[in-house]
């Protein structure tokens, strides 16, 4: 059942959370403490795992917070979900989002966006802040800096002193460069929102349960066909198409034959793979199979 994680530096962030959820981290990562959970909407294989995993960390004593966010009726669903769940040792805060709405952390964001599915839904992009430019060196000795404090305080953005007068930090820095952005679809057709949210982004994660062939059902039920995905992929100049969602019916190779037609760059990830995702000036995102993910204590390239 559906459910992504991304690990930035440290902080651990979940994309819905479906049955099974918990299952699938003991046998990947292990049963990691999860900083917040997005859910994209209230259709059970989004989130029936909720009540377990919550109640399991509670379990392992778990003290840190939990942040939970999802769209309109986010109190609704934990509310009827109390019972189930029963008293925590440890607190959670839940958050309903429209489109639009931020959550902020120190360096990046997650933005919502409307989605169009049979439901009221929401995406997220996960956007980092621009990164200051590289320090040109040798035009800094030339204008008079040399101390390390001093080049550390122009990477800062701060003016420092010299014997001519003042350095600003334009004058040594290069262009700032771009921060990195994955997008999570959950369930929907393709749409105008999507596509703005997704403009130039590293890695598109996006709904793909039909074929081509039975489009009128994709439409029917508010969900994408492979090809839709990949035509969306392809207008917004994302790096990576990763497709899920894929209906049992298919075979997978089928969907993405369909999908790389279109946007080549596209992956269909299995449960336990990784996508990795460097800065810009050190390569493209990469998608590494479970059997090619180095474990705990293995050296990586």
Sequence with gaps: M???????????????????TQRQLRKSTGLLQIDEIYLTHFHLDHCLGIPGLLKTWDLNERSEPLRLFGPEGM??????????????????????????????????EVEAFATEHRTRALGYALL??????????????????????D??????????????????????MGEDRPGRAVVITGD??????????????????????????????????GHSTASGAAGLA????????????????YHVGAALEEAREV????????????????????????HLREGAIPQAGEASS
């Design 2 to 20: 559906p459910s992504v994680l991304v690990t930035r530096e440290g902080t651990r962030l979940m994309f819905d959370c479906g049955e099974g």
């Design 234 to 249: 392809a207008e917004a100049n994302v790096k990576m198409l990763a497709l899920v969602h894929i209906s049992a019916r």
């Design 128 to 149: 980092e802040d621009d990164r200051p430019g590289k320090l040109d060196p040798k035009r800094a000795a030339e204008l008079g800096v040399t101390d390390g404090p």
């Design 188 to 221: 929907t057709s393709p749409c105008r929102q999507t596509l703005t949210a997704a403009a130039d982004a590293d890695l598109l994660v996006h709904d793909s349960s039909f074929l081509s062939e039975d489009l009128e059902r994709a439409i029917e039920t």
């Design 151 to 172: 080049l550390g305080a122009l990477q800062r953005g701060e003016t420092v002193a010299v014997a001519s007068g003042e350095v600003r930090p334009e004058q040594v």
């Design 263 to 286: 946007f080549p760059n596209t992956c269909a990830p299995r449960d336990f793979d990784l996508i990795e995702i460097p800065f810009e000036e050190k390569g493209e995102p990469s």
């Design 75 to 108: 109190h609704r669903f934990m509310d009827d979900l109390g019972p189930l769940i029963g008293r925590l040792g440890y607190h959670v805060e839940v958050e309903e989002l429209a489109s639009g709405d931020v959550v902020g952390h120190p360096d990046f």
